[in-house]
């Protein structure tokens, strides 16, 4: 008997839905009876916003917490502020259900140039550790409304660091280290400026370091890190920063290995008390939605992500492998330079899993 896992799709906005049907329907080609997914799609985002005034059911995550993994497309459209959409889906998600881990690894694709990097870069790559709990996005703030309008507004937006946060944080990026064949962890922050909360992070890096004498570490100034992604990113291995400074990061880094449609990225509960969420780094793209051509790798990868954490690393490889081998062949989406389809470059990943 095989296993059955229960899988819930949240492709959301733009073209969410076009790289969550690529990403499902390799995930089916790759599972079979020994691993069996059952779908359940969930039809939240702007358009329900419009037809509801929230981005989810009221019970949304009452609704979620019985599954085994979410699937995510994107969120954001034009017609509802980003941060109202954000909040009321993406993050909603990610804080109700404790997701303090998010993994994004930043993977250079044999076939696929950037103007940055060099042709030999698929020797490299690296993970980043966004804490996906607290830091910047906690929600702390607030605007003396009853000033709008004159011209005196003020707004406050407070960044919240735990010691526990931090630590939790710092042990998953350590542990992830030390599974890599360059055993090294980098931690970024701007504590020369931010002396309180990352003055905490750099304390607590250090305290945690100690338990770990087998990972080499440094630390590194969120701007110059942002330098030495583009000019030396030879000695990277784990990067773990704030949530804030993690987002960015990352998306420079997908940048750099060709296009932000190419990240995967994986929230993780690691307690597995609540369902982990996986999704490509990319939004919805309201600019090229709904013709075709999104580029689905990130959302394949993040369906590989997936994979390794239901507890499949040997189907999640065969994924990636897939990928590579359609990159290789020059199979590309537009944003890497080709004319390739959503679907031609799904059905070309389907191929190639052998
Ligand atoms: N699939 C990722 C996604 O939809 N991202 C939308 C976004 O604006 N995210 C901002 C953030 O996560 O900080």
């Known amino acids: 008997m095989g296993s059955m896992f229960r899988i819930a799709a949240i492709p959301a906005d733009g073209v969410g839905a076009e790289v969550v049907e690529a990403g499902r329907a390799v995930l089916d080609a790759v599972t079979g009876p020994g691993i069996e997914l059952s779908w359940t799609e969930f039809d939240w985002g702007c358009d329900y916003y419009a037809r509801t005034g929230r981005m989810m059911a009221e019970d949304g995550l ?5 599954f085994d993994a979410i699937y995510f497309g994107a969120v954001g459209w034009p017609t509802v502020p980003d941060h109202v959409s954000l909040w009321g889906l993406r993050l909603a998600v990610c804080q109700g259900f404790d997701q303090w881990a998010n993994i994004r690894p930043v993977r250079f694709l044999p076939g696929v140039t950037s103007p940055l990097r060099k042709a030999d870069d698929t020797e490299l790559d690296w993970i980043v550790v966004r804490e996906n709990s607290e ?18 507004e003020v707004a406050v937006q407070s960044s919240l660091f735990t010691e526990s946060g931090c630590e939790r944080i710092m042990r998953f990026a350590f542990d992830l280290a030390r599974g890599r064949e360059r055993r090294r962890l980098t931690s970024v922050t701007k504590s020369n400026a931010q002396q ?61 290995t060709g296009s932000l449609g190419t990240a995967a990225s994986a929230n993780l509960n690691p307690e597995r008390r609540f369902p982990s969420m996986f999704e490509p ?8 939605a709904g013709q075709g051509v999104a580029n689905p790798i990130g959302a394949i990868g993040s369906a590989a992500l997936m994979l390794e954490h239901l507890g499949f690393p040997d189907e999640a490889a065969r994924v990636n492998r897939a990928v590579e081998t359609v990159t290789a062949a020059g199979v590309l989406p537009r944003d890497l330079g080709g004319t390739a389809t959503t679907k031609d470059v799904t059905s070309a990943v389907i191929d190639a899993l052998g």
């Open 135 to 152: 830091g910047e996005y906690a929600g702390l703030g607030g605007r003396n409304l009853a000033a709008r309008g004159r011209g005196s």
């Open 196 to 256: 309180y909360g990352m003055v905490l992070w750099d304390e607590v890096f250090e305290r945690v370091a100690a338990d770990y004498p087998d990972v080499e570490t440094d630390s590194c100034l969120v701007d110059a890190m942002a330098a030495r992604f583009v000019l030396r990113p030879e000695d990277l291995s784990v990067v773990v920063a704030s949530n804030l400074h993690a987002d960015i990061l990352s998306d420079l880094g997908s940048a750099l």
């Open 281 to 288: 780094v990319h939004g919805s793209a309201p600019d090229i």
């Open 62 to 66: 009452e609704q979620l917490a019985g």
